[in-house]
Antibody
Framework: EERLVQSGGGRIHPGGSLRLSCDAS??????????LAWVRQAPGKGLEWVSS????????YYADSVKGRFAVSRDNSKKTLYLQMSTLRVEDTAVYYC????????????????WGQGTLVIVSS | DIVMTQSPDSLAVSLGERATINCKSS????????????LAWYQQKPGQPPMLLFS???TRESGVPDRFTGSGSGTDFTLTISSLQAEDVAVYYC?????????FGGGTKVEIK
C-alpha cells in the first residue's frame, strides 16, 4: 500500500522545540512534482492547515498561527518532508498530518491525498 | 481569510436514507477563467486520517462509491449520500483551496439513526 509514514512527535514543555518527519519513499511518484503540506487536528476538533512547501522547496507558506515559529522543509533526494516546530504553545497540541498536494507544484492552491497516519504532539507543563 | 461554514454539525440518518451536508464559503471560490470551484470534500473515520472524496466540488475520486455526490458553485456547496450505509459513519469536511490560508469547514458528523 502506498502511504506516507510519519515520525517524531511526543510530549514537550511549552517553549520547547520538536521536529516532525514524513517519509514519502513508499509512494511511486516523482516527489518534486508535488507540494507537500502539514495539517493539524486538535483533540476532538476540526482540521487546520499549517504549512505547505512547493515541489522544489523554494516557496513556503504558513498559517498565521505558526508563522515565525514553525519551519517546513523537504529533502527530495530522501523523499522526506519535515516540520521544525519551535516556541511551542499549549494550543499547538494536536495530531499533525502530512499530505500530498494535488494542485500545481508551485502554488498553495491544493487539495490533499494521500495523508500520513498522523503523529500526536502534546505541549504541556 | 475565507471562512468555511458547514451545516449541520451532526445528523443521524436511517440506513438507506439520504444524508445531505452543506458547506458555505464566505466569498466565492469559483475561478471564472476556468469555471472551476476550488472546493474539496473529505471523509474522516475515527482514528484515521482524512480521505479525499471530491475535488473541484464535484469530481469524485477513484474508488469513491457513486452514492456520494458533490454539487454546488460559487459560495454554496453540498455533499449528498444518496443511500446511507453503515460504513459511511464518519465526519465530513469541506476545504477551499482558492486562496491562502487554506481553510476547512468545521466538520459534519454523520451517524446512523
Amino acid at each position: 500500500e502506498e502511504r506516507l509514514v510519519q515520525s517524531g512527535g511526543g510530549r514537550i514543555h511549552p517553549g520547547g522545540s520538536l521536529r516532525l518527519s514524513c517519509d514519502a519513499s513508499g509512494l511511486g511518484i516523482t516527489l518534486r512534482q508535488y507540494v507537500l503540506a502539514w495539517v493539524r487536528q486538535a483533540p476532538g476538533k476540526g482540521l487546520e492547515w499549517v504549512s505547505s512547501i512547493s515541489g522544489t522547496g523554494s516557496q513556503t507558506y504558513y498559517a498565521d498561527s505558526v508563522k515565525g515559529r514553525f519551519a517546513v522543509s523537504r529533502d527530495n533526494s530522501k523523499k522526506t518532508l519535515y516540520l521544525q516546530m519551535s516556541t511551542l504553545r499549549v494550543e499547538d497540541t494536536a495530531v499533525y498530518y502530512c499530505a500530498i498536494g494535488l494542485g500545481d507544484s508551485t502554488t498553495v492552491n491544493d487539495w490533499f491525498d494521500p495523508w500520513g497516519q498522523g503523529t500526536l504532539v502534546i505541549v504541556s507543563s | 481569510d475565507i471562512v468555511m461554514t458547514q451545516s449541520p454539525d451532526s445528523l443521524a440518518v436511517s440506513l438507506g436514507e439520504r444524508a445531505t451536508i452543506n458547506c458555505k464559503s464566505s466569498q466565492s471560490i469559483l475561478y471564472s477563467p476556468n469555471n472551476k470551484n476550488f472546493l474539496a470534500w473529505y471523509q474522516q473515520k475515527p482514528g484515521q486520517p482524512p480521505m479525499l472524496l471530491f475535488s473541484w466540488a464535484s469530481t469524485r475520486e477513484s474508488g469513491v462509491p457513486d452514492r456520494f455526490t458533490g454539487s454546488g458553485s460559487g459560495t454554496d456547496f453540498t455533499l449528498t449520500i444518496s443511500s446511507l450505509q453503515a460504513e459511511d459513519v464518519a465526519v465530513y469536511y469541506c476545504q477551499q483551496y482558492y486562496s491562502s490560508p487554506l481553510t476547512f469547514g468545521g466538520g459534519t458528523k454523520v451517524e446512523i439513526k
